[in-house]
Nanobody, 128 residues
């Protein structure tokens, strides 16, 4: 059971990055999958989440209109397209998968403790 995150890097403010989260070892198409991020000294917070079918997407207020989450179940991969990046988006980004939590709860404080499957993080750094 594994989630493999990739695509992070260093980008200037206003730039774009696309993160990928590849799932293996489990039926990812029956899980809601999303992205969290954690900046130094801060708690891990939900960024975006997508339903198992891909039909519904949810975003934190801070990224609405700039980030887009999508999934390709044929490739067992979830993507996070990040546009108009800001320095405050700098963080380690983690993808997670869960079958039980409703997608809207992914943005509640502390909910990351209940996410079933985690990938390793990928660093995103936005310079001003």
């Amino acid at each position: 059971v594994q989630l493999q995150a990739s695509g992070g890097g260093l980008v200037q403010a206003g730039g774009s990055l696309r993160l990928s989260c590849a799932a293996s070892g489990f039926r990812s198409d029956s899980y809601e999958i999303g992205w969290f991020r954690q900046a130094p000294g801060k708690e891990r917070e939900g960024v975006a989440c997508i339903s198992s079918s891909g039909g519904r997407t949810f975003y934190a207020e801070s990224v609405k209109g700039r980030f887009t989450i999508s999934r390709d179940n044929a490739k067992n991969t979830v993507y996070l397209q990040m546009n108009s990046l800001k320095p405050e988006d700098t963080a380690v980004y983690y993808c997670g998968a869960d079958q039980s939590l409703h997608a809207t709860s992914w943005f509640s404080k502390g909910v990351h403790r209940y996410i079933e499957i985690w990938g390793q993080g990928t660093q995103v750094t936005v310079s001003s």
